[in-house]
């Protein structure tokens, strides 16, 4: 960021982030006021009532629809009963090898991110389930924050961590490239505005060993 800010002048930047690299990039916007924006896949989750309704009545459809084999002794009966023991269990794990954050931390840092405008998108897959299992979780986890329109979710169960197909991988280029040119004309107009002229640039945190 300083690169770019003495070498073009560039004074805005949007961060984008993948699992560890999102704890990077929301870390370098908290404390950083040239950030306007920022795009984390798989951020951190903090489980909510809601994920516990969600989880526990997957995993009762799951057992009764597999109770009909539950007698058996075959190789069938065994894995079903496997199967039906392990339904209560979450599915996927952390995909975030960082030390997870109080959530009266995150909910101080979110505030204050919001606070000065700044603009998030949130994406998590199916990796997450074990911790993020339906589209309203982080609103109901910071209930007492007020999202207004700066923050968008993206909820795509069916895509794994590594978003391995294809369709999965072009939806979220997709989806981020039109949220961050949103986020930048946004920018640039509110800039034009204030100071006559802006130049707004956009940091991946898998690439840049040191964003900021």
């Known amino acids: 960021m300083d690169f770019l800010y003495a070498d073009n002048a560039t004074r805005q930047f949007i961060l984008m982030g993948f699992c560890g690299g999102a704890d990077a ?4 916007a908290c404390r950083e006021a040239r950030v306007v924006g920022a795009a984390l896949i798989d ?13 526990y009545r997957s995993a009762f459809a799951s057992f009764w629809a597999s109770r009909q084999f539950l007698p058996g002794d075959g190789a069938s009966g065994r894995t079903t009963r496997n199967h039906a023991t392990s339904a209560g269990r ?46 309203g979780q982080l609103r109901d986890a910071f209930r007492s924050v007020p999202f207004r329109d700066q923050v ?10 590594t ?10 280029v997709d989806r ?37």
């Open 152 to 161: 968008e979710v993206d909820f795509h169960p069916q895509a794994d961590h």
């Open 176 to 212: 981020i490239h039109r949220w961050a040119t949103g986020v930048a004309w946004g920018e640039q107009r509110t800039s034009r505005a204030l100071a006559g002229s802006s130049s707004l640039n956009y940091v991946d945190s898998r690439t840049s060993q040191s964003p900021a």
């Open 43 to 55: 951020w951190f989750a903090y489980r909510t009532m809601g994920w516990y309704v969600h989880h």
């Open 90 to 135: 979450p599915r996927g794990k952390v995909m975030n090898d960082g030390e997870v954050p109080s959530k009266a931390q995150s909910t101080a840092d979110l505030t204050a991110l919001i606070g000065r405008d700044v603009h998030l998108l949130f994406v998590y897959t199916g990796a997450q389930l074990a911790y993020y299992n339906y589209r």
């Open 163 to 172: 978003l391995t197909l294809l369709h999965h991988q072009q939806r979220l």
């Open 25 to 28: 990039a929301f870390r370098v």
